[in-house]
């Protein structure tokens, strides 16, 4: 069974831009969350998805921003990009019943010049 | 106060030793709790669940939950050096009508040979 799959690995962009990035969950997994992961302050909750919905939204300023297609697959979006944002970018994925364990994907390394 | 608090380290332990990883969390209504690994440079990866108070072994691994407490555990027996890794916890979290995964910020332990 294929894994998470996140789109694109690493990238760079410079301040002031936007970035899509995409999650292609676990076959039969119908959520998909992401998380931000920054050296000072670890795993932070960005969002969850689940049949196109957001269910659940961490404490991130308007300019994060997800969807989910129909197909589970999922993006996020960061519009005006500060340096801050730079970080490791985890989409995960998880059954909708049982233990509620998360299934992480290997990441989107964003750089912002 | 962070909903999951872990104690931050870095931890050193000798081969063969045991490791303990500490982590307690705020919210009472907490069901389930999480320890997953994190090498440097990949995503994290589930070691244990746990839900029921009490201790939950698993090869080296063991995991001990005192709800009244609000602590979670997890000890390694035999500590390798593959073990070097951050070790995050996280709880499901209630958040409105949904759960989320909340990690802490991660324990960095480091096995010598």
């Known amino acids: 069974k294929a894994g998470v799959t996140q789109t694109p690995r690493y990238l760079i962009k410079t301040r002031g831009q936007q970035v899509t990035l995409s999650c292609s969950p676990i076959?039969?997994?119908?959520?998909v969350s992401w998380y931000q992961q920054t050296p000072g302050q670890g795993l932070q909750f960005l969002f969850e998805y689940f049949s196109e919905t957001q269910r659940n939204k961490g404490n991130f300023p308007g300019r994060f921003s997800g969807r989910q297609f129909s197909n589970s697959r999922s993006e996020m979006n960061v519009s005006t990009l500060e340096l801050g944002d730079s970080a490791l970018y985890l989409c995960?994925?998880?059954?909708?019943?049982?233990?509620?364990?998360?299934?992480f994907g290997e990441g989107s390394r964003l750089t912002v010049l | 106060q962070k909903e999951v608090e872990q104690n931050s380290g870095p931890l050193s332990v000798p081969e063969g030793a045991i490791a303990s990883l500490n982590c307690t969390y705020s919210?009472?209504?907490?069901?389930?709790f999480f320890w997953y690994r994190q090498y440097s440079g990949k995503s994290p990866e589930l070691i244990m669940f746990?839900?029921?108070?009490g201790d939950k072994e698993d090869g080296r691994f063991t995991a001990q939950l005192n709800k009244a407490s609000q602590y979670v555990s997890l000890l390694i027996r035999d500590s390798q050096p593959s073990d070097s890794a951050t070790y995050l916890c996280?709880?499901?979290?209630?958040?409105?009508?949904?759960?989320?995964?909340?990690f802490g910020s991660g324990t960095q332990l480091t096995v010598l040979p």
């Open positions: 076959s039969g997994h119908r959520s």
């Open positions: 995960a994925s998880k059954q909708v019943t049982g233990t509620g364990e998360l299934f």
């Open positions: 996280a709880a499901r979290i209630s958040s409105g009508s949904a759960r989320q995964l909340t």
């Open positions: 746990i839900y029921s108070n």
């Open positions: 919210d009472r209504g907490s069901q389930s």
